[in-house]
């Protein structure tokens, strides 16, 4: 209440908190940033850090959010180079929300058998109840070759209740909710993958939304 009375300090904490204010989204194997960058342009009041092991995409998406505002440029973002099983500590206990959409390669495979390691690199950067969306995408008949490569379980309800929810409740993450999403909401996502993937195949979309616990 002190601060009220005082327009000095009411003036320095809301320039504090401009773009941190409704908390911060992390999107890990961004890809080529597009969820981060269209999201940050809608949610000003968020930071948005995209993270991708390869940042080979990311050199337009991140050249275009350092420029001006005129130009496109978003003070609200920031993409990092890391792998998921090896996340920068500066992020300890930051993230309000992760996200992870169409994973593919090692973080695939992560997601879908629940690694322990993985799963604590992620609970380590979690703020207090952070969020966490995981979108996974796999055709059976397309994605063959990677699925014999991981060696990836089949996610039946099965899978789900008996060995990959017990592993993230192990690495205290809640399940909020889980199922499987119809083309018509997944190609409503704003990424590059959900727009590549859309259209005549087979493909199963699996979601779960958990909470840091
Ligand atoms: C299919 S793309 C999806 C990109 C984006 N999320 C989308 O929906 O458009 C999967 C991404 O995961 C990244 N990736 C794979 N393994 C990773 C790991 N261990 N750590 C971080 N990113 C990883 C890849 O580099 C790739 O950009």
């Known amino acids: 209440m002190a601060a009220q009375s005082d327009n000095s300090t009411k003036k320095n904490s809301a320039n504090l908190s401009l773009h941190t204010a409704e908390g911060v989204v992390v999107d890990i194997g961004t890809g080529d940033g597009r969820f981060v960058y269209q999201s940050a ?5 968020k930071f948005y850090i995209g993270i991708d092991a390869n940042t080979k995409p990311l050199e337009k998406i991140s050249m275009k959010a350092t420029r001006k505002p005129s130009k496109g440029g978003l003070p609200n973002v920031l993409f990092i180079q890391a792998a998921v099983e090896n ?13 992870i959409h169409f994973p593919w390669g090692s973080l695939l495979r992560a997601a879908v058998s629940g690694d322990e390691t993985v799963l604590q690199s992620l609970r380590r950067i979690c703020a207090p109840e952070c969020l966490i969306e995981i979108v996974i995408g796999i055709d059976e008949e397309r994605d063959k070759s990677e699925i014999e490569r991981l060696d990836l379980p ?14 993230y409740r192990a690495a205290r993450f809640e399940i909020l909710e889980s199922g499987i999403l119809v083309a018509s909401d997944w190609s409503k996502l704003e990424t590059s993958w959900a727009r590549k993937l859309q259209g005549g195949s087979n493909r199963q979309v699996t979601y779960l939304i958990l909470q840091a616990s």
């Open 41 to 45: 342009r809608a949610n000003p009041s």
């Open 87 to 99: 996340l920068p500590e500066e992020l300890n206990e930051t993230a309000d929300e992760i996200h």
């Open 154 to 167: 089949k996610l039946s309800t099965k899978y789900l209740e008996n060995v990959l929810i017990p592993s």
